[in-house]
């Protein structure tokens, strides 16, 4: 075979090469921008449709905290700003192990200590078995539903949620997850994540 055709052959292969990689790529971005996209219409669905249940949420979890502020500073011990994670065991089992996966992938960015699970569990020997196999590689304090409410909607179902204790004990940033939407998650993720960082 002449060195021409092998140039060309090999010039053909390069270009085949690249059209595909380039194919590649186009389709991850797509992919990429579906899930934006999606997103935002999850965004513009609650915004539209069920924002006065979460102002009722929001409500609901500020007037429990400022309540009963002091007894759960004093059950966290928290000295620096730390994310905390509420949620109950007669919840949606996959809803609270999705979070869980996703606070697992936090904690490696901003340490173990700056992260509190606070869930609500019998104080019980069944229920203090569950805690210590559910949440083996967290931080948490089983606090009652009554030291630290978790808010339901309108159809009684109970929300669990995330939100910002700083150092003076003021919570802010609460953020309701959504099942299958850990990309929302993520996003408020990216946002605490600067915080708990620079303490």
């Not at 069944?126 to 909607?153: A, C, H």
Request: glycine content about 4%; charged content about 25%; overall charge positive.
């Amino acid at each position: 075979m002449s060195l021409k055709i092998k140039t060309i052959l090999i010039l053909f292969c390069a270009a085949l090469v690249i059209c595909t990689s380039y194919g590649t790529w186009k389709t991850i971005e797509l992919e990429k921008s579906r899930n934006r996209i999606l997103t935002l219409e999850s965004q513009l669905k609650l915004s539209g449709y069920q924002w006065i249940e979460y102002l009722g949420l929001y409500s609901q979890v500020y007037g429990s905290y400022i309540k009963n502020k002091e007894s759960i500073h004093a059950s966290t011990g928290n000295k620096t700003s730390v994310l905390i994670y509420r949620y109950s065991k007669f919840m949606c089992n996959s809803c609270f192990l999705e979070d869980l996966q996703e606070i697992e992938r936090l904690q490696k960015e901003v340490g173990k200590q700056k992260i509190l699970v606070l869930p609500a569990y019998p104080d019980n020997r069944e229920g203090r078995i569950e805690l210590s196999k559910v949440l083996s590689k967290f931080n948490y304090v089983n606090i009652p539903l009554d030291t630290l409410i978790i808010p339901s909607i309108s159809t009684e179902i109970m929300q669990r949620y995330f939100a910002l204790i700083d150092k003076e004990g003021n919570l802010s940033m609460v953020f309701f997850p959504l099942r299958g939407e850990t990309d929302l998650t993520r996003f408020y993720f990216s946002e605490v994540k600067s915080i708990l960082k620079d303490e």
